[in-house]
């Protein structure tokens, strides 16, 4: 579902973005940019779907418009290259192969991730700056990116505090672990056990922090940094359909509707009431709306979900949202009865939980934009 590559699209005319991002009009007051940065998110890493009657795990997927029906799942969602302190990547120059942790010049001490092209710092063991065991808060979280700046870990000197999406794509909820992430390629992540307030967690730019033994967003001080270097996202992201219904996210490549399930649009904004359904009807949903020869409209799993509540929710984009919080694809690994959800409330904390299947929650719909 989602190429490796990085891509730029550099439109120098409004006229040109409309065209290349399939025509439409744009609200008024909102700008559109001159150039858009094309990112890649990695998958959820969910690879099994849970059979919506006896609400037990299943690896038949096909045709339940759930997280594993489509994707790169399991591990084939994630790739990552070892970066030597030298900047060199594995296997390249002087950086061995396989480098082994440390602290020399062709030893690891980066990790690049081969689908968002973004590099991240390695945490170490060794009692110094970069140690696993700190914490942070205040004017100490912009000091200790301006340290590491300052010693031009593995050749990069603007190492800054990661987004939430980009820290989230880092979290792999497929794994039954203690934490959900890829051990094997970020060592030494947590101390144990685990002294950043209730859970272990990296801290955002937007101030929220991804905990990593849940898969939640949340709220915790302190915390625990983890640097990223790359280029984000400028400007405006979305591009309206002719008819204004639709609207597509240029940065992440999907379309979503505008409307919630249970509302339409009138051609200047959502009307009606939001369905509030529980999880297998959410999926139910999606399946109708694809059927027919329609286009292939799905939930939107925990990772896609998320990109509408960060940096925040745009309300030019989803009018009259009434909804708060929306189901996603993606089931929680330890137990199939809790869903995850998203809140679009932008005042909600965690901004991603889960809940019971049965409970009602409301459905916005989603579908991946040709590349």
């Known amino acids: 579902m989602r190429s490796a590559s990085l891509l730029t699209y550099c439109f120098t005319a409004f006229a040109m973005l409309v065209s290349a991002c399939g025509g439409g009009s744009t609200p008024a007051g909102v700008n559109q940019p001159a150039t858009i940065q094309l990112t890649n998110l990695t998958d959820t890493g969910a690879s099994n779907c849970v059979d919506e009657t006896a609400i037990t795990f299943t690896p038949n997927c096909t045709g339940t418009r759930q997280d594993a029906d489509s994707g790169?799942?399991?591990?084939?969602?994630?790739?990552?290259?070892?970066?030597?302190?030298?900047?060199?990547?594995?296997?390249?120059g002087t950086c061995p192969s396989s480098p082994s942790l440390g602290p020399g010049n062709d030893q690891w001490g980066c990790v690049l991730d081969n689908v968002t092209k973004l590099t991240w710092e390695l945490k170490t063991t060794d009692g110094g700056n970069r140690d696993a065991g700190n914490s942070f808060s205040g004017a100490a979280i912009t000091k200790y990116a301006a340290d590491v700046n300052s010693i031009g870990l593995c050749g990069i000197a603007d190492w800054r505090v990661p987004t939430m999406i980009e820290l989230q794509s880092l979290a792999n909820y497929g794994i039954s672990k203690d934490y959900s992430y890829n051990a094997d390629w970020f060592p030494n992540s947590f101390p144990n056990p685990n002294t950043f307030g209730t859970f272990p967690g990296y801290y955002s730019l937007e101030g929220y922090v991804m905990d990593f033994s849940a898969g939640y967003i949340q709220v915790s001080s302190p915390v625990q940094l983890r640097l990223v270097h790359g280029n984000s996202s400028v400007g405006q992201r979305y591009s309206y359909s002719t008819d204004g219904s639709?609207?597509?996210d240029l940065q992440y490549r999907?379309?979503?509707k505008r409307c919630p399930e249970g509302q339409g649009w009138s051609g200047s904004t959502c009307t009606g009431t939001p369905s509030y359904v529980t999880w297998p009807a959410a999926l139910q949903l999606a399946r109708t709306a694809s059927s027919g020869g329609s286009a292939s409209w799905r939930l939107p799993d925990i990772k896609e979900a998320t990109t509408l509540a960060f940096p925040t929710f745009d309300t030019n984009a989803f009018p009259q949202d009434k909804t708060g919080q929306i189901w996603t694809s993606t089931p929680q690994i330890v137990s199939a009865q809790f869903p995850y959800v998203v809140s679009t409330s932008g005042s909600a904390t965690p901004i991603t939980t889960t809940y019971v299947f049965a409970n009602n929650i409301g459905v916005r719909l989603v579908r991946t934009q040709s590349k």
């Open 72 to 92: 790169r799942d399991g591990p084939a969602g994630f790739s990552y290259t070892k970066v030597c302190n030298s900047g060199q990547n594995a296997g390249t």
């Open 246 to 248: 639709e609207v597509t």
């Open 254 to 256: 999907l379309t979503w």
